[in-house]
Every structure is written in C-alpha cells, then in structure tokens.
C-alpha cells in the first residue's frame, strides 16, 4: 500500500462520531492514527536535542530533578519532522476534525519529561498567547513513548466552549501576558470534582486532539519512563492573524499582514489539501 492510500485509509478511521465530539468537547483520542510514524518523529526528536534551535526553552526544576526539554519550530530544519507535516495524514485529519475545507500547518512543539522530573505544567489554554485566531484550530499531542493515566495530559470537556480567555500561567504558577486582560484563571485544582476532565492512558502513535481555546495540563513525570511528545499545531480556513501585546508563542511580533487578516504566510503552509 502506498502511503497515500495509507493516509486515506487512517482518514477513514475518524469517524462522525469522533468529529461530533471533538465540535462539542474540544478534545478527542484518536487511537494509532501516527503509528507509522513513531519511529521517525523519535529519529527527529533526538536530533533536536542533539541540536536545539534558539528557541528551546527547558525547564530546571529548583529540586535538582530532571529537566523538562522543550523546542518548537523545527519542521524546516528535519526532514523527519517536514515530511510528517506534508506526507502523514495529519493534515487531513485536521481538517476533518476542525470541519475545515483547508488544514494551515502553525507548528511544531516537542515535550520530553524525563523519568522523575517535577515539572507540573500548569492548567492553561493555548490561545492567549498564540498569533491567530478562530473557530478552526487543533492541536494533536502525540506521545513517542507508552504514557500511563497518572502522567497524560489532562483537558477539561467543553472549555473551548466558555468563551473566556485566561491569563497564562509560568511554571512557577505566576501570570504571563497580564497586559493582554484576559481573564483571571480559576482554581481549577478546588474545582476537579465539579469539572468533565478528559485523560487517557496512551500508547506511541496515539494523539490527544485538542482546541486551542481548551483547557489543559500535566502532570510531572512520576513514572521510571522517558515521556516524549511531539505535538502539531493546525488552522483551518477562519484563521485570522493577532498582534498580542504580551508575549507570544511561537515567538513571532510580525508576520507583515494586518492585525484581524486572513493568517497567511509562508511560514505556515497549507499541506492540505495536498500539494
């Protein structure tokens, strides 16, 4: 089987029902939908460590625990990473889930969690500090390595839905971009009870796909096991460019296009539909 046959037949796998409730949670698990892609994306992994970009920014917990390695936008510097972006069925998938006639690539984020760190990431929505803007968006976090429960990515069901923006959090629980006046974040820990909180154990090639407007986080990396995740960023067809006054992520001030114009630049491609 080719590949492209490959793609359509993964496509295929997400079905109404997984679109329905990805529209109505902002978040879904797609099951082996990155299989095949496991190995390769881990080959780009180690050489992104093995070479950081001037954007990798790590967290050194204060505890002398293990370091929690990150970087981002790393698609056009391994080949590993470019052609998951134009030639895995991510890109269609995308679209399927944001009900999107176009999938708009934003970019790439690799998380490494190293057995025994302390590192919490804090609840947050990604919105806030993201350039764009819309309806259409998805973010697919996809681990390279078997993740138990206690140490996956939590979303809460539905917050893509509150129509409210929150103040980012740092790692050290203090607000980031407070000169943008979103709203304070809750103490969504008091609230765990009351909230739909979404978790699932998950193995290499699966992916938690997420709205950029719902509310996540994770927990350290009690386990004896490396957790590394690639996560991809996608827009769809509504997505708008935003000139925020606090600090953004990728960190880019000006893509050269009006704040509220149609975000498109040749730094985020459209890989779907297909070239």
């Known amino acids: 089987m080719n590949q492209t046959r490959s793609n359509q037949a993964i ?19 797609l099951r ?22 001037p954007r990798e920014r790590s967290v050194v ?6 370091p929690f390695f ?6 056009d510097r391994f080949d ?11 890109a269609a998938i995308a679209a399927k889930l944001m009900r999107s006639r176009s999938a708009r690539f934003f970019h790439d984020h690799v998380l490494v969690k190293r057995p025994g760190g302390s590192t919490v990431t804090p609840w947050h929505q990604d919105q806030p500090y993201y350039c764009v803007e819309g309806s ?3 973010s697919f976090w996809t681990p390279l390595d078997p993740v138990a429960r206690d140490v996956a990515m939590e979303c809460i069901r539905g917050s893509h839905r509150w129509d409210k923006r929150y103040t980012p959090q740092r790692f050290d629980g203090t ?10 974040l809750p103490d969504l820990e008091a609230q765990r009870n009351e909230l739909d909180i979404a978790v699932w154990a998950l193995e290499p090639g699966d992916a938690i796909a997420f709205d950029f ?8 990396n009690h386990s004896t096991r490396l957790r590394r995740v690639f996560s991809a960023r996608w827009v769809g067809d509504d997505a708008v460019y935003v000139r925020r006054s606090g600090k953004v992520s990728p960190p880019i001030r000006d893509l050269g296009i009006p704040d509220g114009a149609p975000f498109d630049a040749p730094e985020f491609p459209v890989a779907w539909p297909a070239r």
């Open 136 to 138: 259409q968006s998805v």
């Open 32 to 53: 082996g939908v990155f299989a095949e892609w496991v190995e390769p994306l881990a080959a780009g992994v180690e050489k992104l460590m093995a070479d950081p970009s």
């Open 80 to 90: 590993e990473f470019r052609q998951y972006v134009f030639d895995s069925p991510a």
């Open 61 to 66: 917990p204060a505890d002398g625990t293990a």
């Open 175 to 184: 607000s980031l971009n407070e000169i943008d006046h979103f709203d304070a």
């Open 213 to 220: 407007r719902t509310l996540h986080r994770a927990p350290a």
């Open 70 to 75: 990150q970087d981002l936008v790393n698609w």
């Open 11 to 29: 496509v295929r796998t997400i079905s109404e029902d997984d679109v329905d409730a990805y529209q109505r949670d902002g978040v879904v698990v």
